[in-house]
Structures are given as structure tokens and as C-alpha cells.
């Protein structure tokens, strides 16, 4: 008989989460469950992923689309005083809708399917109501050093209060699971570590797919490059140091260009840097790409710059594409990733003088790349979708 399977999650929209999870979707065995997909935000045009959800999978929104864009209108705004009110006022009215729609949802769910015999909430998105949706067991699925993202004391205690609701906590690395045992020594036994899944098949397609791409696209892939892709915010992604690391590196007399894959909050910010760098005609920002795998296959190596990560998932991606990986040795996932720096380069986060260095000695020595290979062929299997969804299995069916 198969099991009821609920999976929560906050959008559809292009993201690092929202990928792993439609990975997820696609590859759960549906003769197992009935799966059903509640979905916070209704995006309208902005649900990318809502089109790559097996048609087997019920999908429901709790906030309509004219909710969503009236609150998103006053977020982009809310610099102005009276747009902050008014974000805050939609914000609570929000707050108040989302649980008895959501009750609502699963009573819809329990009428067609039966009693719900598991619910993922993906992106902790539930975590203040979580008790209140009677539920037979509980999962949180953590994508962020928890630490790095809430920063204030008194927001990670709370957090932990919250934690506490679920029945089962995944982290997707070891050094999150260890991280989460160390802030919150009561949820020892709770937390398992599951990775995020990869379908190799579908990023090495996609790797050699042109379809997509205009006169413009094709003639920058013919170029010398290396390749950064990730949201562009100043926050997390810490351009200062990729962007003044890189100008080094060609002050050291590389040649390559730096091509950014990515649309984000602080784009006029690093614009700016780059112009402040004198580095327009090398650096150049491709924007948001469905596709980036196209790019990634025929860039020198990968470059990857953050202050703190939830795991790196363009990590893994950039290995299977048989790219070189240069990162910050940020918490969480990169060291983990790398095998300590088996598997590519680590860097001291914010240090722009080491940054350069290994930009120049990976670019000049193809011999030092050469070393690496062999072992990223083996440590990337522990990540195959085939292997993980196995993972998954055990955690959702465990009693």
C-alpha cells in the first residue's frame, strides 16, 4: 500500500533549493507514495519548476498569486517609510492566512490520500505552526549554516526551540549535522545527514545543449574563461574578494575572462565593483540562466566565493562537468565537499592575495589540474541522485 507523502516548501521560483527539490520530485518512486506538493508562494510567471513536476504529483499554492505579488510589489519598495509599513501590515496579514490554508490543504489531501503518513517541510518555512497540522511525523530538511544565516543569539536560540517541534532533522553535510549537535546538544540523536541529490545524466545533457542560446551566447562560450555562478548578493556570495582576487590574478598575467551566471539583490553594487576594479572588459555578467551547465562544461575551472554556504551545490555540479574548483573555505560544505582539498582548492574566506595565487597556478599549470581529476571521479558517486533518493527512503519510512 503506498504511503501519504507530503512535501512543503516555499516557491518554485530559480533557485539552489528549489533545484534540489524538483530533483527530489522527479526521482521518489511514485509507485511507493502518493505524493503531494504544498508550495507557499504562487509566483505566477516567476514558478520556473512548476513545468518539470511529474504530472503524478498534486501540487498545491497557499498564497495566491495577487497576495504574492501585492506583498513582493511593497518589498521591492520598502526603502520608502510608508512602503516599510505597508510591507509589514501584507506581511502579517499573510502570517495569518498561511496556517488555516494550509490545514485546509492537507484536509484535501487526507480526503483523497487517507491519513498523511509524512511530512517534509523543506525549507523550515513551517516551523512556527508546525505543531499545529496534527501531523504523524515530521521532517525538517536544513539547507544553511544556521549560525551564518540568523547571526543574533537570540534568533538561533529560538530557532532551536523550534527545531525541537519535528520529529526528524536532516542537514545535507557532515559539518552542518556536527554544527547543529554543537548549538543544540538536545536535538543528538534527531539529526541525520542526508545529501542533495544529482542526476549526472541530465547536467552532462544539458552541459552539450545549445538550443537556448543566441548568435551573442555562442560567440562568448568560444572565448577563454573561468566561471563563477551564484546569486548576486554581497551578503552571502562576497563579490569584494572574487572581484579584487581576479583583477590580481590578471595583474599576475592570466588571460582569461570571468564569466558570472546569476541575477540577484546587489547587481548595481557589483557593477559598481567592477567598474571600481577597471575590470569591465574582463568581467562580464550573463544574468539568469536555466541552463548554466552549457557554460560551466566550457570554462577553464570554477570559481566559487562565499562567506558562508548551507552546502555549495555548484560545487558538486562544476566536478561532474569535470571542472577544477577553486572556493572559499567557508562553513558549510566546501571543505566537506572537497575532501579537505583532495578534490579542488580552498582559499581562506576574504583573502584576495590567495584568491589570485591559485587562479595563477591553476591556470598556468594544466599538470597541477591533472592530479585532481582521478579523485574527483571518486568522490562525486557519493553524490548520484540513484544513491541519495536511497537516503531519502530511510529517513522518511523510519519509524
Known amino acids: 500500500m503506498k504511503k501519504n507523502l507530503v512535501i512543503r516548501s516555499g516557491s518554485l521560483r530559480m533557485g539552489g533549493l528549489e533545484r534540489v527539490l524538483i530533483e527530489v520530485v522527479q526521482n521518489l518512486d511514485l509507485e511507493r507514495y502518493n505524493l503531494s506538493l504544498i508550495i507557499e508562494d504562487d509566483a505566477g510567471k516567476e514558478n520556473i519548476f512548476l513545468g518539470d513536476i511529474p504530472k503524478e504529483v498534486d501540487v498545491y499554492f497557499i498564497k495566491p498569486q495577487e497576495m504574492y505579488n501585492r506583498t513582493d510589489y511593497y518589498r521591492k519598495r520598502k526603502k520608502n517609510f510608508f512602503d516599510k509599513i505597508m510591507y509589514n501590515y501584507y506581511m502579517f496579514k499573510e502570517h495569518r492566512f498561511v496556517l488555516p490554508k494550509t490545514l485546509q490543504i492537507l484536509k484535501k489531501i487526507e480526503e483523497k490520500y487517507g491519513e498523511i503518513d509524512c511530512f517534509i517541510d523543506y525549507d523550515w518555512g513551517a516551523r512556527r505552526y508546525v505543531e499545529k497540522l496534527n501531523l504523524k511525523k515530521s521532517i525538517v530538511w536544513l539547507h544553511n549554516s544556521i549560525p551564518n544565516l540568523l547571526k543574533k543569539k537570540s534568533k538561533i536560540k529560538r530557532f532551536g526551540k523550534n527545531l525541537k517541534k519535528y520529529d526528524v532533522i536532516v542537514a545535507i553535510c557532515d559539518e552542518m549535522k556536527a554544527e547543529l549537535e554543537e548549538i543544540y546538544p ?34 562568448l562560450l568560444k572565448d577563454n574563461y573561468i566561471i563563477a555562478i551564484s546569486r548576486l548578493d554581497t551578503v552571502q556570495k562576497d563579490y569584494d574578494t572574487l572581484i579584487k582576487g581576479f583583477k590580481k ?62 552546502f555549495g551545490l555548484v560545487l558538486v555540479e562544476a566536478m561532474i562537468c569535470g571542472k577544477m574548483v577553486v572556493s572559499s573555505e567557508c562553513p558549510t560544505g566546501p571543505k566537506e565537499i572537497l575532501k ?18 591559485l587562479l595563477d597556478k591553476n591556470l598556468k599549470n594544466k599538470e597541477n589540474l591533472e592530479s585532481f581529476y582521478e579523485e574527483i571521479k571518486r568522490r562525486i558517486n557519493e553524490f548520484r541522485v540513484e544513491v541519495v533518493i536511497d537516503e531519502y527512503y530511510k529517513v522518511i519510512e523510519k519509524e
Open 249 to 310: 590574478a590578471l595583474d599576475l598575467g592570466i588571460k582569461e575572462k570571468l564569466y558570472i551566471v546569476g541575477d540577484g539583490p546587489n547587481r548595481k553594487e557589483i557593477e559598481e565593483l567592477i567598474k571600481k576594479n577597471e575590470v569591465e572588459d574582463r568581467v562580464i555578467l550573463l544574468g539568469k540562466r536555466k541552463n548554466p551547465y552549457v557554460w560551466l562544461k566550457r570554462a577553464k575551472l570554477f570559481v566559487h566565493s562565499s562567506k558562508y554556504e548551507g
Open 186 to 219: 538536545y536535538l543528538k540523536g534527531k539529526v541525520k545527514r542526508v545529501y542533495n541529490p544529482f542526476n549526472f545524466k541530465r547536467i552532462l545533457n544539458l552541459s552539450e545543449d545549445e538550443n537556448e542560446l543566441t548568435l551573442e551566447d555562442k560567440k
Open 340 to 357: 579537505n582539498g583532495e578534490c579542488g582548492n580552498l582559499y581562506e574566506v576574504g583573502n584576495v592575495e590567495e584568491l589570485a595565487l
